[in-house]
C-alpha cells in the first residue's frame, strides 16, 4: 500500500486459517491498520490482492466486505453515545431486517418473528457475555472494558467468519487485559471463528494467539508461534529500537 511516495505496507504475505487466532505486532506506525483498512475495503491496496475463502475482496466496499463475513472492532471504540448496551447492538441487524422490509409489509408475521428472533439473538449475546444486567444502560456509562466488550458483541452480533481487532487493549488497566484475553480465548472457542488481533501489548498476544505475525516499517519481519517470536532477534530489535521503550 502506497500513500504518495511512501510505501505503508510493503509485501506482505500471509494468511488466517480457519478457526484460526492469529495476532499481528509491531511498533507504532508499523503499518497494522493500514493492513485492516485493506482487508475491510476502506483502502484499496496499490498492488497485489485479498482472498477471502477463495474470493478477493479488494473490488468490495467496506458493507460488502462485511456481508462477506468478515467483522471489526476500531482502535477508538465506536458506540453510539444515546444508545444503550442492547440498541448499539440491534444496529448491527437493521440493515438484514431493512432488506427485507417491502416483503414484510406483505407478510407482517414474518417481520415480527425476524424482530423476535433477533431480540433473542441478542439476549443470547449478552447474556453469554455477561452483560444481560447491563443492557439498558447507555453503553458509555460503562467502564471501558466492558464498552469494548459491547464492541466485541456487535461485531459478533452479524455471525462473521472472520473477526478483526483493532488493537482492543488500548488504553486498559492491567485487569481489564487480562480480562480480555480471557474473553478473546471464550469468543475463539464459543462461536469458532477465526480472529485477526492487531495489538501493541505483547503480554496479550502472548497470551492468546497461536501464530504471530511481526510488521516493522511495513514489511513483514517474522511470523511463527509465540516462543520463536519472543526469542526472534529482529523482533527484540524492532520493539527495543522504539524510543518510548
Known amino acids: 500500500m502506497k500513500f504518495g511516495g511512501l510505501t505503508c505496507v510493503d509485501s506482505l504475505n500471509t494468511h488466517v486459517g480457519k478457526d484460526e487466532l492469529v495476532g499481528m505486532i509491531g511498533p507504532n506506525g508499523a503499518g497494522k491498520t493500514t493492513v485492516f483498512n485493506i482487508i475491510t475495503g476502506v483502502y484499496n491496496p496499490s498492488s497485489g490482492d485479498v482472498l477471502f475463502k477463495e474470493k478477493s475482496v479488494v473490488p468490495l466496499k467496506p458493507y460488502e ?9 476500531f482502535q477508538n471504540i465506536r458506540l453510539f453515545q444515546s444508545l444503550s448496551v442492547r440498541d448499539n447492538i440491534r444496529v ?5 431486517i431493512n432488506a427485507g422490509f417491502f416483503i414484510s409489509t406483505l407478510q407482517i408475521g414474518n417481520y415480527l418473528n425476524e424482530e423476535n428472533e433477533i431480540e433473542d439473538k441478542i439476549d443470547e449475546l449478552l447474556e453469554i457475555f455477561g ?6 444502560e447507555y453503553a458509555v456509562s460503562l467502564p471501558y472494558g466492558e464498552q469494548r466488550k459491547v464492541e466485541i458483541v456487535r461485531a ?3 455471525s462473521p467468519e472472520l473477526l478483526l481487532l483493532d488493537e482492543p487493549a488500548a488504553g486498559m488497566n492491567p485487569t481489564e ?15 469458532k471463528i477465526s480472529i485477526l488481533l492487531i495489538e501493541h501489548d505483547m503480554k496479550v498476544v502472548m497470551g492468546v494467539c497461536e501464530r504471530i ?3 516493522d ?3 513483514k519481519i517474522a511470523e511463527g508461534n509465540p516462543e520463536n517470536i519472543k526469542n526472534d532477534p529482529k523482533v527484540i530489535e524492532a520493539y527495543l529500537g522504539e524510543s518510548h521503550h
Open 92 to 96: 448491527s441487524f437493521v440493515k438484514s
Open 217 to 219: 516499517y511495513g514489511k
Open 65 to 73: 466486505v462485511a456481508e462477506t463475513g468478515i467483522s471489526r472492532t
Open 177 to 191: 487485559k487480562t480480562e480480555l484475553m480471557n474473553l478473546i480465548k471464550m469468543v475463539k472457542d464459543k462461536f
Open 156 to 158: 459478533l452480533a452479524t
Open 213 to 215: 505475525i511481526v510488521l
Open 131 to 136: 452483560l444481560i444486567d447491563v443492557r439498558d
